[in-house]
């Protein structure tokens, strides 16, 4: 039988049972629909962790002590901290550096005459506003001898001087961290939030040699920031950083490190990876229901090429071979659940703009699972349909005939 | 004039049977429905298959159309030995050569007179236009040429027959088997259909072989065949009917 005419008449077929064919394939729309709602909201959510990180700038290197960390925030290891001498290390040592700034957080409360203020003080160099691309509102940043010699000094960010100062300029006013009055010399730019949901303007900024002196009592330096020149490799400069630190902390050929430098995209690929793993998870939950649906489709073949018995008998005795039924059950089997795929592909879509925008990431059209899911459901059709197109084209013709 | 008077005649055979049988079920339940039956038909015949229910005539229709297979005894098909022949080569047969006229039309619902004409064309897998060419010609000798839009459900029953002869000629059969064609029609309509029936057999030379338990229709054929518990009992050649 001609291809054309086997596809007109399966389409006959399900629309002369509207309804039935529409309450078949249910569970294919169902299906497809939280597959494809499920991919393009995890594609979503992991568009917008990826463009925040890549914003912190993706040309950044941090250096920490103890063993590589599985996301952020994990546990760090005993291993010694890094010194001063180490930054001059990698200034030096290591080629196509734009900057390298320590960095040393504590928390304190700030006051400021009747205003306190709890927030994260950040012991560095004015080379960490360098490395993160931070400009200055106001002020100046720190002069060479306050770095050197650990100046009172500080620069503020944009929350800190809205809960202490509110509309008042806080340039030149003091604030106090524990017993330490600290004049303020810089007002920081408006940052916004991390992606990990902190302020990144709640923040005082002092040399990092007050830090150690006057607060922590020794001389390390718990991390270091490395911003890398454009157009050079950061895995290459992350490779020349460790062979230096290895040099420097005396690590065996063979022994592990008791550093770690990580970049942007490992931070990118391990929160991405947990979307992944969570949008996989999810999909296959809802393909399940794609399962359930195909054995739908199969009961209702079932039922139709009964309810046909005589008219398939009546092909058979006319002249279609046994292939040209098993095609015609088989291509409404297809045409039923293709028909199931788009609707549900139309659903997914209109479900993942309406979450997408409802919990405000971007819509991410994945054209690649569209196309899976079309196919898919056609394939459901055929590995359900082919039973009943089996038992339709086996069928006796003179009892097929007689079929009241 | 008997019938083998009329095998010397210069005529093809398209039929051979020879001493067939069919059982049905097996052990105690088997049932004979046909006990040694030997037949030839040629072409051009016009052949009446009678006698009582269960006596075998259907049965032996259905092995002509190759929609059985003898349970013994040959069937020879336009000399092809169709007892060897696979499921699909008997389609292929009932295909290329047969048609069939029911007793209960079996014309597909909600599918308009001409579709249903159409559908053997379509398994010939013959273009569109060629298709609907034919069809409305097939439709036009049947006199249904103006009804072609209408479903079955909107048609008589001698006219669903006519439809249903229309699909059986459309695509040239060397043979029409009919199984009571006119068991469901009222007497001036089975006239009609027999009539019709007549014509294809004398104008188109389609052999004829049809299965009836009415006597005058059977009237309307060249040859009457009596079964009877399995075995034909009578194979006559109708006086007065030219060969």
């Known amino acids: ?404 | 004039m008997t019938v083998s008077d009329m095998n010397s005649k210069d005529r093809t055979r398209l039929i051979q049977i020879e001493n067939i049988t069919k059982i049905y079920g097996n052990g105690q339940n088997a049932m004979k429905a046909l006990d040694g039956v030997s037949l030839d038909i040629h072409q051009g015949e016009f052949v009446a298959m009678m006698g009582p229910s269960g006596s075998g005539k259907s049965t032996c229709l259905n092995i002509m159309g190759c929609l059985d297979t003898p349970t013994s005894g040959s069937y020879h098909f336009d000399d092809v030995r169709v007892n060897s022949l696979s499921r699909n080569q008997r389609a292929l047969l009932r295909k290329q050569f047969l048609g069939f006229i029911f007793q209960g039309f079996n014309l597909l619902s909600r599918t308009s007179a001409l579709e249903n004409v159409e559908l053997p064309l379509i398994y010939r897998k013959i273009p569109a236009k060629q298709r609907h060419v034919l069809a409305m010609e097939a439709l036009e000798t049947v006199g249904l040429a103006k009804w072609y839009h209408h479903t079955p459900a909107e048609l008589s029953g001698g006219q669903q027959q006519r439809v249903a002869i229309a699909r059986a000629i459309v695509g040239k059969p060397k043979i029409l088997l009919a199984d009571e064609p006119t068991g469901n029609l009222d007497s001036t309509r089975s006239v009609e259909i027999m009539e019709m029936m007549k014509k294809f057999n004398r104008e188109e030379g389609i052999t004829v072989v049809m299965v009836t338990h009415e006597p005058d229709m059977a009237e309307y054929a060249d040859r009457q065949i009596f079964f009877q518990d399995g075995v034909i009992k009578s194979d006559t050649l109708m006086e007065g009917q030219s060969c």
């Open chain 1, 1 to 404: 039988m001609l291809i054309r005419e086997t596809i007109f008449l399966a389409i006959r077929a399900i629309r002369r049972n509207v309804l039935r064919s529409s309450l078949t394939i249910l569970g294919i729309v169902i299906g497809v629909a939280a597959v494809i709602s499920m991919v393009t909201v995890g594609s979503g959510a992991t568009q917008k962790v990826t463009d925040d990180i890549s914003g912190l700038g993706s040309n950044i290197l941090h250096v920490r002590t103890g063993q590589g960390m599985r996301g952020p925030g994990g546990a760090r290891s005993s291993a010694d901290a890094f010194t001063m001498e180490d930054l001059t290390a990698i200034r030096n040592g290591v080629a196509g550096i734009v900057a390298v700034a320590p960095n040393s957080q504590t928390s304190k409360q700030a006051i400021a005459g009747n205003s306190n203020w709890s927030t994260t003080v950040i012991g560095t160099t004015n080379d960490y506003l360098l490395a993160n691309n931070w400009p200055m509102k106001d002020g100046r940043e720190f002069s060479d001898n306050e770095i050197k010699a650990g100046g009172a000094v500080c620069l503020i960010g944009e929350t800190v001087k809205e809960e202490i100062f509110g509309d008042e300029s806080p340039l030149g006013k003091t604030i106090r961290l524990d017993t330490i009055a600290f004049k303020i010399i810089g007002l920081l730019e408006e940052k916004g939030q991390s992606n990990f949901g902190q302020d990144q303007d709640d923040v005082v900024m002092i040399p990092i040699k007050t830090l150690q002196r006057r607060m922590a009592g020794n001389t390390d330096v718990d991390s270091i920031i490395v911003s890398v020149k454009d157009g050079v490799s950061t895995s290459s400069v992350q490779s020349g950083i460790e062979s230096l630190l290895r040099e420097r902390r005396g690590i065996k050929q063979g022994d592990d490190d008791d550093f770690h430098v990580r970049d942007m995209k490992e931070i990118i690929e391990t929160v991405t990876g947990t979307t992944t793993v969570l949008t996989a998870l999810l999909s296959a939950v809802a393909g399940v229901s794609l399962l359930v649906g195909g054995i739908g489709i199969m009961n209702i073949m079932m039922v139709s090429v009964t309810e046909r018995t005589r008219e398939i008998g009546t092909r058979l005795a006319i002249g279609a071979l046994e292939n040209d039924v098993l095609l015609q059950f088989l291509v409404e089997a297809v045409v039923l659940t293709s028909f199931g795929g788009l609707a549900g592909i139309v659903v997914g879509l209109s479900a993942a703009a309406l979450i997408s925008h409802i919990i405000g990431v971007p819509f991410v059209f994945t054209p690649g699972i569209i196309i899976t899911a079309f196919l898919v459901s056609a394939l459901v059709g055929m590995v359900f349909g082919y039973f009943p197109a089996r038992k339709a084209a086996s069928m006796n013709p003179i009892e097929a005939l007689r079929y009241e």
